[in-house]
């Protein structure tokens, strides 16, 4: 017997990752954390500004760290020497973090808690934008060392994004990058984005994005707590 | 390469469906004298994908038919993926564009960025084939 029958739907290949997303989400809510997702190629300086950022926040609020990485800790070591709380996920084979690595770390003793977590998603422009981890902002970096074609070439994960951070910005006389094509592109391809400026070596445009970052943290907060 | 979680998924939801005819089926064997259980094997899965998804076709491709293997429902299963080309309405006058780097993804009459996309996004199965190949004796 060879009977063939055909089965038509209309289902998200990645339906699982986004539902424990929301999950996620909802968990997030509950302890009160507001989370970030940071994303960007290796070498942008995700660790750097994620580490001044905790400094600069301490006093105002408390962070937790969850680094991503496919191998080792170095990146969460360096937080932990800071004074910074931090969480290691190591993906292994893995290109980034999806939302059960996420679920599993919520749920394991200790965790990472605080007013705000900020997630360090694996170095790599293309996998992280397909795997939403229960995040309230992504952010993406890209430093100007890398090009100004980058958003030309991996349009996806900057048309998925809340901000976009131009870093190193005190090497740009050294190198060929043109903010204006970076600008151009970005706000084509995502018109609400924001556009920062920083550098972490001369703290350049730091205020602002942290400024920026704090006030979409209290809208959140108003809004859930009505 | 996270095409390889994508295949895994969509080879996931090919055996759920493959087993889910089974047990339907399986009632109405075991009311036969035979006893036999049903066996059902997914012939093809239609997925659709965005040109706003990053997903490379061939990388998928190669790392379905490796995984399918891993599955005794999903031996053979063919795997046919629909190119759904962008098309986004633009945030200045809601011209429809499709978006691309020729043009720094901005829209091609008034130079507006992507409002939202109306296609491109998909990543999604539409259709899957499921046969029943033969029957086995109910253990």
Redesign the interface.
């Known amino acids: 017997?060879?009977?063939?029958?055909?089965?038509?739907?209309?289902?998200?290949?990645?339906q699982?990752?986004d539902q424990l997303a929301d999950e996620n989400r909802h968990h997030f809510d509950d302890m009160g954390a507001y989370v970030v997702n940071f994303m960007s190629a290796p070498g942008a300086g995700k660790t750097t500004l994620i580490l001044e950022l905790a400094k600069r926040l301490k006093d105002k609020l408390s962070v937790s760290v969850i680094e991503g990485d496919m191998v080792g800790d170095l990146d969460a070591e360096r937080l932990r020497t800071a004074g910074v709380s931090a969480f290691q996920i190591s993906t292994g084979r893995?290109?980034?973090l999806?939302a059960a690595m996420i679920a599993r770390l919520l749920h394991a003793t200790p965790h990472p808690e605080g007013q705000m977590i900020i997630i360090e998603n694996v170095g790599n422009l293309?996998?992280p934008?397909?795997?939403p981890l229960g995040e309230h902002l992504r952010i993406v970096l890209l430093s100007v060392t890398e090009g100004d074609d980058k958003p030309?070439?991996y349009?996806?994960?900057f048309?998925n994004c809340d901000a976009v951070v131009l870093t190193k910005t005190d090497l740009i006389d050294h190198v060929d990058f043109n903010f204006e094509?970076v600008e151009?592109?970005v706000?084509?391809?995502?018109?609400k984005v924001e556009l920062f400026k920083v550098s972490t070596k001369n703290g350049d445009g730091l205020d602002e994005f942290l400024a920026w970052l704090e006030a979409r943290h209290s809208i959140t907060l108003t809004a859930s707590a009505v | 390469?996270?095409e390889a979680?994508?295949a895994l998924?969509?080879l996931k939801?090919a055996v759920a469906?493959a087993e889910a005819?089974a047990q339907k089926e399986e009632k109405a064997y075991a009311e036969t004298a035979e006893n036999t259980a049903p066996i059902f094997d997914v012939?093809k899965i239609v997925?659709q994908v965005g040109e706003?998804?990053?997903?490379d076709a061939e990388s998928l491709e190669f790392t379905f038919s490796a995984l399918r293997k891993e599955f005794p429902r999903t031996q053979n299963t063919e795997l046919e993926l629909i190119n759904i080309k962008a098309i986004a309405l633009c945030?200045l006058q809601n011209h429809q564009f499709h978006?691309e780097?020729a043009?720094?993804?901005?829209c091609t009459i008034c130079g507006?960025?992507?409002?939202n996309l109306i296609s491109g996004k998909e990543?999604?199965?539409?259709?899957?084939?499921?046969?029943?190949?033969?029957?086995e004796t109910a253990a």
Do not use: W
């Open positions: 017997m060879h009977d063939t029958t055909d089965q038509h739907l209309f289902e998200r290949v990645l699982d990752n893995s290109c980034h999806d293309v996998c934008a397909e795997f030309i070439k349009p996806v994960i048309h094509t151009k592109t706000k084509a391809l995502n018109p | 390469m996270h979680a994508v998924a969509i939801r469906a005819s012939v997925v706003f998804r990053n997903i945030s978006p780097p043009n720094y993804f901005s507006g960025g992507i409002q990543l999604d199965i539409v259709n899957i084939e499921i046969e029943q190949c033969l029957t």
